[in-house]
């Protein structure tokens, strides 16, 4: 079972960037999809972007663009880039892990995932 731990989440103004860092172990990262999600306030889990353990890509189109995932398997980190934030982007972010032997797997569905980190708050705010 992958444990994971996030960090890099903060107060930043609108237009700024964060880098999200999402440290796996347990396991071994290359054997599985990564995905990131995030929660506001009142509002339902939003799966937001996910890479494939083959590093196949996907987004959500609210983040394409902005947002950037990639991997370092050798680091055990997955990271997510976020550039020109918004207000709207004010959540709790979270990446999750699942185990998969298809190497282009991914999904946006955070029920499939099984292994979820504790959180990282991302405050964006003048």
């Known amino acids: 079972q992958l444990q994971l731990v996030e960090s890099g989440g903060g107060l930043v103004q609108p237009g700024g960037s964060l880098r999200l860092s999402c440290v796996a172990s347990?396991?071994?990262?290359?054997?599985?999809?990564i995905g990131w999600f995030r929660q506001a306030p009142g509002k339902a889990r939003e799966g937001l972007s996910c890479?494939?353990?083959?590093?196949?890509?996907t987004y959500v189109d609210s983040v394409k663009g902005r947002f950037s995932i990639s991997r370092d398997n050798a680091k055990t980190t997955v990271y997510l880039q976020m550039n020109n934030l918004s207000l709207e982007d004010t959540a709790v972010y979270y990446c999750?892990?699942?185990?998969?032997?298809?190497?282009?797997?991914?999904?946006?569905?955070?029920?499939?995932?099984?292994?979820w980190g504790q959180g990282t708050q991302v405050t964006v705010s003048s």
């Open positions: 347990g396991s071994t990262l290359a054997f599985y999809a």
């Open positions: 890479i494939s353990s083959g590093g196949g890509i």
């Open positions: 999750a892990a699942r185990h998969s032997s298809i190497r282009n797997w991914c999904s946006k569905t955070g029920t499939l995932f099984g292994s």
